[in-house]
């Protein structure tokens, strides 16, 4: 077997056709886990022996002639914050200390279903909410393109996990870019699912109406291949929605849109981009007019204006009720105290962040009674707009192309004292979450530097598998994304 990473799709006829085994295929993976943790610090937990005890099960079952499924033996990260029976889920926070889910998440289920093998649960910002990942309990993690600087957040463990070659796929949430900013600053391809696409059941929430799991990789086709695997209904998730199941990987074989329009945002296109991101949104505008898209001019007007403002009201405000389950009674973190209210105190202040806690009070207050509709409820009208404003954009446009973030990684501590630049941040990738779209970030390439530039792709709600074509065009153009390789460490 190859010892450099290899593919997804690579790996699973590998193993179905025991040209290799999944032993091999995971013992691998670890070996390159145990060479760069935990100066890389992607991961906080590492499942060895039991991700050696799956991938000794597969290999059984493809030699008593089983059909294994199309993740066969496929090494994968997932963030911390989806449930693992028996294994520690901690959401980067010690409010959770060493608590361990009795069942697991549904993604993860799914996963395992398919033959792929959890290797570990990566490092993350302190219950999602972060743009760098540096709030976490376990360290900052660092970004393998440049460890002085950050992978991004919340996802940065498993955009770190995918660019360094520790898998060749993983998992992470996204509330307002999560999946999305880490891809674009790790150099990797990162996808959310259109709201309610992939089941959210066993994920710790931080605001339930934006959080929405979906997938790393470094190659588009095994982006595809991942979405065929998790995408669709789960009747344990209230919020997903079965509108079919589109074929991901077809779309990634046959990458046809010719005669198709593509937006091109008129708000982002002078002065908001560092020079090398600006180009890489006219190059892979011009990848594109060559396969046979019509370009178009679209306004997000409301987004850009507004988006920011009303993402940090209604993202706080549901993490203030969401995270208010957590209080030492049951599990997790527990300090000593004479009566009940004392320990939830000093439990709560003892167990949060201090990034947590400054969302938990934004929250709390503009849910208060006296701002409820200052803040709260114009903030719902203004997402009604952004929603509105998208849907008049695709009577124009097939796809949006626009950018996912508008400066290279940050450099660790960069936003130490100035959370709010941390929050601005967000500002292309957030209006897609609180309009319930599917985006996507594609690599574009590496600059002389090292570091990587990117493009972000939207589409119409259930459009998902749209941006797998998109995205195989650029790849196509521009090739797929390469592990970082020894002048990280």
Not at 285 to 299: I, K, N, Q, W
Not at 350 to 360: C, N, S
Request: aromatic residues 8%; charged residues 20%; neutral net charge.
């Amino acid at each position: 077997m190859k010892s450099e990473p290899m593919d997804a799709a690579v790996i699973a006829s590998a193993v179905a056709g025991r040209k290799c085994s999944a032993v091999e295929v995971v013992s691998a993976s670890l070996e390159r886990i145990a060479a760069q943790e935990p100066r890389l610090n992607a991961l906080i937990t590492v499942m060895a022996d039991r991700a050696l005890e799956r991938a000794a099960f597969i290999d059984r079952q493809v030699a008593s002639g089983g059909d294994p499924g199309p993740l066969a033996g496929v090494p994968v990260v997932v963030k911390d914050n989806l449930c693992t029976r028996g294994v520690r889920t901690t959401c980067g926070s010690r409010m959770l200390g060493n608590w361990k889910p009795p069942y697991d998440a549904a993604v993860v289920e799914m996963l395992e279903e398919a033959g792929a093998v959890i290797v570990g649960k990566s490092n993350m910002d302190e219950f999602a909410m972060g743009s760098t990942s540096e709030h976490s309990r376990f360290g900052p993690v660092s970004n393998p393109r440049d460890p002085s600087r950050v992978p991004g957040g919340s996802s940065g463990g498993s955009a770190a996990s995918v660019a360094a070659g520790y898998v060749p796929i993983a998992l992470g949430s996204d509330t307002g870019g999560s999946i999305r900013q880490p891809a674009a600053f790790c150099g990797v391809h990162g996808l959310k699912p259109t709201y309610g696409a992939v089941s959210r059941w066993g994920l710790v929430a931080f605001a339930s109406s934006l959080d929405q799991v979906g997938p790393f990789s470094r190659s588009v086709a095994d982006m595809a291949l991942t979405m065929d695997v998790i995408y669709g209904r789960d009747p344990r998730d209230s919020t997903s929605n079965e509108r079919g199941r589109p074929r991901f990987a077809e779309g990634a074989l046959n990458p046809s849109v010719r005669g198709t329009r593509v937006g091109i945002v008129r708000e982002f296109r002078e002065g908001v981009l560092e020079q090398p991101l600006a180009k890489a949104i006219e190059d892979a505008a011009l990848a594109l007019g060559e396969s046979g898209c019509a370009m178009a001019d679209v306004s997000l007007e409301e987004s850009v204006t507004f988006g920011l403002p009303c993402y940090y009201i209604i993202s706080p405000a549901e993490a203030s009720s969401n995270l208010a389950r957590f209080d030492g009674a049951r599990y997790g973190l527990r300090m000593d105290a004479p009566d009940f209210v004392s320990q939830l105190l000093l439990t709560r202040g003892a167990g949060f962040g201090d990034e947590v806690k400054r969302r938990i009070l934004t929250g709390s207050f503009v849910l208060s009674s006296g701002y409820y509709d200052a803040f709260y409820t114009t903030a719902l009208k203004v997402r009604k707009k952004i929603c509105a404003e998208f849907d008049r954009a695709f009577t124009s446009a097939d796809v949006i192309l626009m950018p996912a973030v508008s400066s290279f990684p940050f450099k660790k501590g960069n936003f130490d004292d100035d959370p709010v630049g941390m929050y601005k941040s967000d500002l292309f990738t957030l209006p897609v979450n609180l309009a319930g779209l599917p985006g996507m970030t594609v690599f574009t390439g590496l600059e002389r530097s090292g570091l990587p530039t990117s493009v972000q792709l939207v589409a119409p709600r259930w459009q998902d598998q749209r941006l797998i074509k998109y995205a195989a065009v650029i790849e196509k153009k521009f090739g797929r994304s390469p592990v970082a390789t020894g002048g990280c460490f």
